[in-house]
């Protein structure tokens, strides 16, 4: 047991890197025993200062993985203009009870994620009506 105790202040200015990773929570979206078909995940992500700087970003890619053991699948990456970058992919994820993404990359200069949208629908067995 060890009897040092670590004290951290949280500190506001904003520091840049050149190599980054963000996971995210495990989303089942409310019910982990129902599989689910997902169909498109949009992230933007916005600049608070420049419009410039987006587009002076090296790279960012998105990971997902549908279980929690699971290892990291690549399922795209970023695409950059001047104002907003915007990663769309329509790959389609079929019978899956969640979702988790990892976005890692490199960004120089301050940006922030405005919006993670995952596109998902319940998926129904097909009963088969045999005529007698």
Not at 112 to 124: A, K, S, T, V
């Amino acid at each position: 047991m060890s009897s040092n105790i670590f004290l951290y202040k949280w500190d506001e200015t904003p520091n840049f890197t050149t190599k980054f990773m963000i996971t995210t929570k495990y989303y089942d979206f409310g019910s982990a025993q129902i599989p689910k078909n997902i169909y498109k995940i949009s992230i933007t992500l916005g600049s608070p200062n420049n419009a410039n700087d987006l587009s002076e970003t090296n790279s960012m890619e998105v990971l997902y993985r549908t279980n929690l053991e699971d290892e990291w699948k690549y399922y795209g990456s970023f695409v950059f203009d001047d104002t907003v970058a915007i990663f769309t992919q329509s790959q389609k994820l079929v019978n899956v009870s969640g979702l988790q993404l990892r976005l890692q990359g490199s960004l120089l200069k301050e940006s922030y994620i405005n919006d993670i949208e995952i596109e998902y629908r319940i998926r129904r067995k097909k009963s088969v009506v045999t005529a007698k």
